[in-house]
């Protein structure tokens, strides 16, 4: 099965932040690993190939948080 993996960076401050990014990508189908990294404010998403760049996207931007920048890695 193939894979997505995207990466955005996302204005977290806390680990509160941080964990309500990891919540709202949680409860999205499809969504097979999610790395956050709080010092860098990177977030790296795995997906299977049903889920688009804007699924994950939006899924984020879900959290309240802003999205300063992302990139499809693979």
């Known amino acids: 099965m193939s894979s997505h993996e995207y990466q955005f960076n996302v204005a977290m401050s806390c680990s509160g932040c941080s ?6 990508l949680s409860k999205l189908e499809g969504v097979s ?8 404010q990177k977030v790296v998403v795995k ?5 688009s760049y804007d699924d994950v996207l939006n899924q984020i931007k ?9 990139e499809v890695i693979a």
């Open 33 to 40: 690993d999610i790395k956050i990294t709080l010092e860098d």
């Open 47 to 51: 997906t299977n190939d049903n889920v």
């Open 19 to 24: 964990g309500a990014v990891n919540r709202v």
């Open 62 to 70: 879900k959290s309240g948080k802003q999205v300063r920048s992302g």
